[in-house]
């Protein structure tokens, strides 16, 4: 089992940034690639980005590319969302998601999700 816990999320003003963290606890294995989802009121869960192992190969949504920067430290095994220029259409609650084998933005391949943190981004 692999617990996942969010945070960093809170009320933010269009134009701000702000940095989310995903802590990982129990059995984690190398190698797993981490991911944020988010979800809107009344909108599908959406992938936003996704980080390997390494760090080395990284993948975003393009509604965040450019703005948003996925990054991860093994040693804390903690994994982090940095996101910039935020829009109130940020608005949403971010998961944190964990797979054992490569970054993709399939939602269906990860094994463990955390709770989520609230983002609201006023305009």
């Known amino acids: 089992q692999v617990q996942l816990v969010e945070s960093g999320g809170g009320l933010v003003q269009a134009g701000g940034s702000q940095r989310l963290s995903c802590a990982a606890s129990g059995r984690t294995v190398s190698g797993y690639a981490m991911a944020w989802f988010r979800q809107a009121p009344g909108k599908e869960r959406e992938f936003v980005a996704a980080?390997?192992?390494?760090?080395?190969?990284?993948t975003y949504a393009d509604s965040v590319r450019g703005r948003f920067t996925i990054s991860r430290d093994n040693a804390k095994r903690t994994v982090y969302l940095h996101m910039n220029s935020l829009k109130p259409e940020d608005t949403a609650l971010y998961y944190c998601?964990?797979?054992?084998?490569?970054?993709?933005?399939?939602?269906?391949?990860?094994?463990?999700w955390g709770q989520g943190t609230q983002v609201t981004v006023s305009s």
């Open positions: 998601a964990y797979t054992p084998s490569g970054p993709t933005a399939q939602a269906s391949l990860y094994r463990y």
């Open positions: 980080i390997s192992w390494s760090g080395g190969s990284t």
